[in-house]
């Protein structure tokens, strides 16, 4: 058994997803991030840089693994799916993972950040990250012309990227003539597995609006986590 403690990010979906599509059982452990939980004592025990997602093992004697890309390599390594074990099919994935990491996600995450939640307007770093977040949209849609998937079969590697750009609205970042990008994001959100992991803990489809009541309650709720 898998205790997963998430919120409602696309960096919590990463693990909630992966958990689903590898069909490993799992208890939930929302982390309210507003009130600082994350920064709890007991949960630095888990995860010392105070991050969602983090997960810990039961069968394992209680193991902790944190950082959303660790987590999944760990739980596709467990389950022998998701990530193959050769070499030359690996390394596609790991690579198209790290991109997602290093890259899909830092510059959604700032643009969230200026676009979204920073008091002042700062027209020069939303136009900075926004810029950036649409280039790699552009470099995913290139992949995807000649690949149904990102590496070969569908893989840790396409929901890691998925969790992220599936919220491309809220970034204010648009997919317009991205067909391939466009094909890819309807593919794999219609996937049973996909569409249960981004209800945990909650579904929050405001991310994917990106107006309304709810987003503005959440804005101002996330104000208070990125000035602190």
Excluded at 3 to 30: F, I, R
Excluded at 177 to 188: F, N, P, S, T, Y
Excluded at 211 to 223: H, N, P, R, T
């Amino acid at each position: 058994m898998i205790d997963l403690y998430t919120s409602a990010t696309p960096n919590g979906w990463k693990a909630s997803v992966t958990l689903e599509e590898l069909e490993v059982p799992y208890e939930v452990h929302p982390i309210q991030l507003s009130k600082g939980e994350q920064k709890q004592p007991w949960f630095l025990k888990i995860n010392p840089n105070g991050r969602i997602p983090a997960i810990v093992d039961r069968d394992e004697d209680n193991l902790a693994v944190f950082e959303s890309g660790a987590i999944m390599i760990y739980l596709a390594e467990k389950t022998g799916r998701l990530l193959p074990s050769a070499r030359r099919l690996r390394a596609p994935v790991l690579s198209w993972l790290m991109f997602q990491m290093g890259g899909v996600g830092p510059m959604m995450g700032q643009a969230n950040v200026f676009y979204r939640y920073w008091p002042e307007k700062y027209q020069p770093a939303i136009d900075r990250y926004q810029n950036e977040t649409r280039r790699l949209f552009e470099v995913l849609n290139t992949q995807l012309a000649d690949h149904e998937y990102l590496a070969g079969d569908y893989s840790i590697a396409d929901i890691a990227n998925w969790c992220w750009v599936r919220t491309h609205p809220w970034s204010g970042v648009s997919v317009e003539g991205l067909e391939h990008l466009q094909r890819w994001l309807d593919a794999i959100g219609s996937r049973p597995g996909v569409q249960k992991g981004v209800k945990v803990p909650e579904d929050l489809e405001l991310m994917r609006k990106g107006d309304g009541e709810a987003a503005k309650k959440f804005v101002e709720s996330a104000q208070t986590i990125v000035q602190k």
